[in-house]
């Protein structure tokens, strides 16, 4: 007796045709938090909590305190992991790899600030803090897995070639 998990099976591809783009692009808008691993001095890994919007491009965007743990984690070492899950019982998710990039430019920040606050209100109660900072995770590689489907759907993409 086969079920969909035994048919589940990966493709790895270099660049996301417009179906596939449209899934991420509409994962990306129905979610709000996702869970983001640093890489700490002493080598640990450190996971948080984060609520996150998206450039148009896909990347992601996320803002925390000059004087988190992460935010210095990521000072010391740009390379992040990043997932978001969909709904208890949806049995998607998105993983990906990147380097977080803090944003400096004023201009940027303020666009970024925007557009995160429309989609989590709640952050704009946060809006004046001055220890705000923004990052931008510029994906390198990803991986979306949908097991509600029949067959699984799971697929990656893999911009390796573009990493520093």
């Given amino acids: ?3 969909k998990f035994s048919q589940i099976f990966c493709v790895i591809v270099l660049y996301m045709n417009e179906e596939q783009k449209e899934k991420i692009t509409k994962f990306l808008k129905d979610n709000k938090f996702a869970v983001l691993a640093t890489n700490s001095s002493s080598g640990y890994p450190e996971s948080s909590l984060v609520g996150f919007s998206n ?4 990347d992601i965007v996320f803002r925390s305190l000059s004087n988190s743990r992460k935010n210095q984690n990521i000072k010391e070492n740009s390379k992040v992991s990043v997932v978001v899950v969909f709904g208890q019982d949806s049995w998607r998710t998105l993983q990906l790899e990147g380097v977080a990039r803090l944003v400096v430019d004023p201009k940027e920040k303020t666009t970024l600030e925007d557009s995160h606050c429309q989609k989590i209100k709640a952050y704009e109660n946060f809006r004046d803090n001055q220890m705000n900072e923004y990052f931008v995770v510029e994906t390198r590689w990803l991986r979306y897995t949908d097991l ?3 067959p699984a759907e799971v697929w990656e993409v893999n911009n390796e070639k573009t990493s520093k």
Avoid: L
């Fill in 1 to 3: 007796m086969s079920n």
């Fill in 148 to 150: 509600s489907s029949s």
């Fill in 55 to 58: 450039t148009e491009n896909g």
